[in-house]
């Protein structure tokens, strides 16, 4: 762990640089490969659950080693729930979003191992489970923009500046429907945005982004993700860009849309405040792990994990006396070459003896609560 | 819009002034002495030369007070006939400056013309492959390829190709722009313009293939990776519409600076290109008349290329307005 590696010889360089080139050559040729639908069809665990993801791990092979950005994440989002992500920057909220969406930048990011079963509804209306992991890239767009739509977290950067708002939005339209009219296009464009709450939405389908502010790019980032009638909406940080009023409404809009559109929503965050509005299930991510999961009431009103319970002491409350606000001390490890303790240990002020030994394995306490925590095991009483 | 334009071509001159008035200047600072030169060619016929007459030549040409007064003078009286739309008349050839310009432009612009063409649909999907296949086998292939193409110089690639394909093979003609034996007209002879043409245009191209090729990969790049390509693909969009449509548009702006210049190039000649396959391309005629003194047609083909240098930079202002809905012309 101490092991600085910052500073690699050329040899090491060359080594790192040999096994990546071996290892990306044939995920790149899986993903890249022409397959059957029957190779990656799957089957739920629960069919009430929209998105399975089940031991995902996405590595990046860089010149310093392999960097395992999601390692052995595992999490369900049910039919019409709102399933908050939280963590700190780097955790790999974001990693296992683009995973879900397959837009990990290759050659360097890439799948390892896992499974992301999705509850797909084909055109007949019944429902069929694909392994997104496993589709070829070739055939994402069966699922990619059309059942899963995302919401990026930068909304002055996310739309073409070359192209006007209404062509950006007529695109959705073509991709799933190729025989539908300019006129037809033009007129789902214009109900989406008026859906998102834009006021002059004839106005704004001729502009340029460009000439929209925040908070109006982001409501016609929202109304592109709807246009398709997703069955998830991964909504990466939406409101991280914008100020507090703007926030509000944002999220006010997405509460709004997941009735209408009877659709799950995965939502992306490292506010505890909008958590705690929105979510239905949180899971808790550290260093590329969930290290907690539960409905929102377990996570906020019984945190167990130390993480968890120093996150929530860590956010500001106006009860409190106190001038400066609670921070666990230390930083999140070096993703490359990660121990297998608990990655949390350096960090952790409860301790015990059993914390020195392998990574702790997820502890169920409640139904829906899980925890990785030696702390809750069976032996950890007699062992604190 | 209109306002916009017609306040550009004002400036532009202002700025042609100030080029020519350096430019005059400069030549007349040349160690080159085009009297001196004509005088000792007579001299070695024989004959000798009076003073008197050697000064009345000065005097004849303009060139006879070397001081900064002198040059002044010598800068207005060309700016004076430049008013009439006089270039002057060329020492050299003895007719008129724009007339040789004329007479030569058009050989040197047809070359410049095709090799530009062709650069653009080489270059451009060269660089596009490459950029979407970037540490990949083809990038490294097409790199390493048009990186040779750069580096070779261009009388030492255009003689080998000159060798190869022409002496040979014989397959293309070596030099010279016309077949001095067979006297053709109408469709042959342009068939023959084509195949003393073709050596030279592909020498061009190959070396030119390059920087325009690494300008459209870096570009390409830097748009891959922008938030927007990845809404385009989070949006279900094929891969090839996020490249060939999101993409390429936006690499446009960057590529439209580039058109700046291209104007003045299509007209420049390409000198030791043509040197090397001895056409009688206007790059070949400007070089020899820096070297024998030709102030004249040194002004009037240097002014001509200052003329096209600012109109391609007003062209490619304007291009800006089309590609970029954000660049507003005011």
Redesign the interface.
């Known amino acids: 762990m101490s092991k600085n590696s910052n500073h690699l010889s050329g040899k090491e360089v060359r080594e790192i640089a040999k096994q990546n080139k071996k290892i990306i050559k044939c995920l790149e040729a899986y993903k890249n490969r022409k397959a059957e639908e029957s190779e990656y069809l799957a089957h739920m665990s629960d069919p009430n659950n929209i998105l399975e993801i089940d031991n995902l791990h996405t590595y990046f092979f860089t010149e310093q080693g392999v960097v395992k950005a999601v390692n052995g994440v595992s999490f369900n989002i049910p039919k019409n729930a709102t399933v908050g992500v939280v963590g700190e920057s780097g955790c790999g909220k974001s990693v296992t979003s683009m995973s879900v969406m397959r837009l990990i930048q290759g050659p360097a990011g890439q799948i390892y191992a896992g499974s992301i079963r999705f509850n797909a509804k084909d055109k007949a209306g019944f429902e069929k489970a694909y392994d997104i992991a496993k589709i070829p890239i070739s055939d994402i767009h069966k699922i990619r923009g059309d059942q899963i739509a995302m919401i990026f977290q930068e909304p002055m950067t996310s739309l073409n500046p070359v192209f006007t708002i209404g062509q950006q939005l007529d695109e959705v339209t073509f991709i799933h429907n190729p025989n539908a009219t300019k006129e037809e296009a033009k007129a789902k464009s214009i109900e989406m945005l008026d859906l998102v709450g834009i006021a002059i939405p004839e106005r704004v389908y001729n502009s340029y982004p460009h000439e929209l502010s925040g908070g109006m790019r982001q409501r016609v980032m929202i109304s592109m993700a709807l246009a398709s009638d997703p069955r998830l909406i991964i909504a990466d940080e939406p409101t991280t860009a914008l100020d507090v009023t703007i926030q509000a409404q944002i999220l006010d809009l997405l509460r709004e849309l997941k009735t209408k559109i009877d659709g799950s929503i995965m939502l992306i965050t490292h506010d505890l405040g909008i958590i705690a509005e929105m979510a239905d299930y949180v899971v808790v991510m550290y260093a590329g792990r969930v290290i907690e999961k539960g409905t929102v009431r377990e996570i906020f009103h019984n945190p167990l994990h130390p993480y968890t319970i120093g996150l929530q002491k860590s956010k500001p409350t106006l009860e409190s006396d106190s001038e400066t606000l609670f921070n666990i001390p230390g930083n999140v490890p070096n993703p490359i070459n990660m121990p297998n303790y608990c990655y949390f240990r350096e960090r952790c002020s409860k301790c015990i003896k059993k914390c020195s030994g392998d990574y702790p394995g997820m502890i169920q306490v409640s139904p829906t609560h899980f925890v990785a925590c030696h702390l809750y095991g069976e032996e950890a009483e007699s062992n604190g | 819009m209109l306002k916009y334009i017609l306040k550009r071509l004002v400036m532009s001159v202002f700025i042609l002034l100030g080029v020519s008035m350096i430019i005059y200047f400069l030549i007349r600072l040349m160690p080159v002495d085009f009297i001196q030169d004509k005088i000792n060619a007579i001299n070695q016929g024989g004959a000798t030369v009076s003073e008197e007459t050697v000064n009345a030549m000065y005097e004849m040409y303009g060139l006879g007070d070397n001081s900064f007064i002198g040059i002044l003078k010598g800068y207005f009286s060309w700016l004076g006939a430049l008013a009439r739309f006089d270039l002057g008349t060329s020492f050299v050839y003895g007719i008129p400056v724009a007339d040789v310009i004329f007479e030569h432009m058009g050989i040197s612009f047809a070359i410049a013309l095709i090799a530009t063409i062709f650069e653009f649909l080489i270059a451009i999907p060269l660089g596009i492959t490459a950029a979407t296949h970037q ?1 990949s086998f083809r990038d490294y292939l097409v790199t390493v390829l048009v990186m040779i193409g750069i580096s070779l110089p261009s009388f030492f690639f255009g003689q080998m190709l000159k060798d190869v394909l022409a002496l040979k093979l014989g397959w293309f003609p070596a030099s010279g722009l016309v077949n001095a034996v067979e006297s053709n007209t109408g469709i042959a002879l342009l068939i023959d313009y084509a195949k003393h043409c073709f050596i030279p245009i592909l020498t061009i191209v190959i070396l030119s293939i390059g920087a325009r090729m690494r300008m459209t990969r870096t570009n390409m790049l830097e748009v891959m ?4 390509i ?10 090839s519409v996020v490249i060939n449509k ?1 993409a390429f ?2 690499t446009l ?1 960057p590529m439209v600076t580039s058109l700046a210049g291209l104007l003045p190039s299509l007209f420049s000649g390409a000198i030791i290109t043509e040197q090397v396959f001895d056409l009688p391309g206007i790059g070949n005629i400007a070089l020899d008349a820096m070297n024998r003194g030709d102030i004249p047609f040194i002004m009037g083909y240097n002014m001509f290329l200052a003329l096209l240098s600012v109109i391609g930079v007003l062209l490619a202002d304007l291009m800006y307005g089309l ?4 660049v507003k012309l005011e």
């Open positions: 540490y990776n922008s938030d927007y990845r809404t385009a693909r989070a949006k279900g969009l094929k891969e999101h548009r936006n702006i590609v970029d809905p954000r």
